[in-house]
């Protein structure tokens, strides 16, 4: 049986945060960093980073990976969180919100 190679990337593209969502926004043209891994093998395929003693921030790509992993170890099931917005991007909070809602709205808390 043959196996095929897992392959994992991540770009994380550094733009002004002002002007992310204008359609005028700056381009991001070489302003983005990746790694591409062969899982199966634990080889590094493809690298791009400007700079590798500065950690490059990758927020919410993780986000589901870290649900996955968390899903695995709890029969995939998610506790209801109460974000109230003390260690979250909206001030106002998300209020109840559950695992799927919270990645989709990009919750911190």
Known sequence: ????????AVAVVAVNAQSSFRTDAP???????????????????????????V??????????????????THRMRFPIHDC?????WLMTGHGRIGMASAIAYSCNS
């Open 1 to 8: 049986m043959t196996r095929a190679a897992v392959i994992c």
């Open 27 to 53: 381009s991001a043209e070489g302003a983005v960093s990746y790694l591409l891994l062969d899982a199966a093998h634990g080889k590094v395929l493809a690298i791009r980073w400007r700079s590798a003693e």
């Open 55 to 72: 950690a490059v921030p990758v927020g919410s790509l993780v986000k589901p990976f870290l649900a996955i992993t968390y899903g695995q």
């Open 84 to 88: 109230t917005g003390e260690d979250c």
